[in-house]
């Protein structure tokens, strides 16, 4: 999504999952280099808007708002730049001529020097997402990994608890005024790294949605009701699916849960459960074993069965009939439960 993009490591055997990069996506955007429509007027008040109230104190959030560093997003452009100088950034000044303003600011976020960016529509001038890049280069895969950890901890305290993704090189918080993306990956032509995350306004992302020009690229806006997006109920099943697949071992397996914030059970000489819980989203993980090898994998959640669907799909699964999907070796079969929950089973 972003104007500085971040050109994700590709893995063995499968591609990323879509879901989890639309908040990159939307700085593919046209640079904010051309010169605008005219801005139209949608009746919000800037003055309302709030950031983050706890959502269990107001029965309307229309005007409630997700926030970065306190500023909530959804107001205008030069509104949030304001807010945002005062909290000592500084705006990059483009080279060349432009036409349009380019909402580009350089300071600290969690201890490190960053690149801060605004996506703002080109109708209404509202700021719909920010996404924050690191300066720092990361020269080996474990300082990148602990400074994710670190970062993680932060948006955590600010966000709440949210879920690894991307095969863990990514981690999501979806909240019900909208969503934080933490991601990591390896440059193209050297072993540095560099890491950023971004941030929408679900109420603010489904308005500048209808602009956008390639939408079956896109993420698509979820339900708004009473000013709060649906509760998240997708994780990446299949990306953890995939690589407890590819290591087929029960040391690898548990250190691999783990790194996906499972709590693992008690281990049996025909299984090594797990659990994982976030909000109302619930899933557990039983992986049948021989001796210390992984012979199948079973993944029970309360999950979504279209976007499983198109994760297998994005992973390069190919189905028949949408239940029994093969890529390569592997074979995933998607199922529900007596209580409604996607059963996907791996082998």
Not at 166 to 181: C, F, H, M, S, W
Not at 186 to 205: C, E, H, I, V
Not at 214 to 231: H, N
Not at 269 to 297: C, H
């Amino acid at each position: 999504m972003k104007k500085i993009v971040f050109t994700l490591l590709a893995v063995a055997l499968v591609c990323q999952p879509a879901d989890a990069q639309f908040l990159k996506k939307l700085f593919k955007k046209k640079a904010k280099t051309e010169k605008k429509a005219s801005v139209k007027i949608d009746g919000i008040d800037d003055d309302a808007q709030t950031a983050m109230i706890d959502i269990a104190t107001l029965a309307d959030h229309t005007n409630n708002r997700n926030a970065f560093m306190g500023i909530p997003l959804g107001i205008k452009g030069d509104r949030f730049e304001k807010q945002l100088l005062e909290k000592g950034f500084t705006e990059r000044k483009p080279e060349g001529k432009q036409t349009a303003k380019s909402y580009i600011y350089d300071g600290e976020v969690f201890g490190t020097h960053s690149t801060v960016t605004l996506a703002v529509s080109d109708q209404t001038d509202r700021v719909y997402a920010v996404d924050v890049s690191d300066e720092t280069v990361y020269n080996s895969e474990k300082d990148v990994k602990a400074r994710f950890q670190q970062v993680k901890k932060e948006l955590q305290a600010v966000y709440g608890k949210g879920y690894v993704d991307n095969q863990g090189e990514a981690y999501t918080i979806q909240t019900r005024l909208g969503t934080v993306n933490l991601h990591y990956e390896r440059g193209s032509l050297t072993n540095s790294y560099s890491l950023g995350f971004a941030l929408d306004d679900a109420k603010a992302y489904k308005m500048a949605y209808s602009e956008m020009e390639e939408k079956e690229y896109e993420t698509a806006p979820r339900t708004i009701e009473t000013g709060l997006a649906a509760a998240c109920n997708h994780t990446d099943l299949v990306g953890l699916g995939v690589r407890l697949l590819q290591n087929r071992t029960v040391k690898g397996a548990q250190t691999m849960l783990g790194g996906y914030d499972y709590t693992i059970g008690k281990v049996t000489a025909k299984a090594v459960p797990a659990t994982f819980k976030m909000d109302n989203y619930q899933a557990t993980a039983s992986l049948a074993r021989k001796k210390q090898a992984i012979t199948a994998i079973t993944l029970t959640a309360t999950d979504d069965m279209e976007a499983v669907c198109k994760d297998l799909k994005t992973y390069g699964f190919i189905s028949d009939d949408q239940k029994t999907w093969r890529q390569g070796k592997m074979t995933a079969v998607v199922a529900t439960d007596k209580e409604g929950r996607i059963v996907l089973t791996l082998r």
